[in-house]
């Protein structure tokens, strides 16, 4: 998450939050077994967060822009699972994973109110 005053962007957010995965799995890659498995299902769901969150960006209607917006939700959602399920098993150190857990339940709800938000815009 960014040092900074001001707020920053939920696609900056992201894209820092996927660094931080990829930093995670790449350690998580260098153990055989049941690590590499849990490392590579993060890797896909914690890097997809913020690629959904950029097509949205470019979405061709408002129920496009909506629809990536819901999975890049679900994406965090799931994130979030794997990290809860490598918390239990201890495979990432605490502080690391209470972390990024923090910043993928701060993303959730920031995506929730955009997708809900828009929804509600949409109505209007």
């Not at 994973?97 to 709800?109: F, M, S, V």
Request: net charge positive; charged share 25%.
């Amino acid at each position: 998450m960014s040092t900074s005053a001001a707020p920053a962007k939920i696609t900056d957010r992201t894209f820092e939050f996927a660094i931080q995965i990829v930093e995670v799995c790449q350690a998580l890659d260098s153990k055989p077994g049941v690590r590499r498995t849990l490392g590579r299902q993060l890797l896909r769901s914690g890097t997809s967060i913020g690629a959904n969150l950029e097509e949205a960006q470019a979405g061709q209607s408002r129920a496009d822009f909506v629809s990536k917006c819901s999975i890049a939700l679900k994406e965090c959602r799931e994130t979030i699972y794997w990290l809860r399920l490598m918390s239990a098993h201890k495979l990432i150190e605490a502080d690391q994973l209470k972390r990024l857990t923090n910043e993928a339940d701060e993303i959730r709800r920031i995506l929730s109110t955009i997708v809900l938000r828009t929804k509600q815009n949409n109505r209007s």
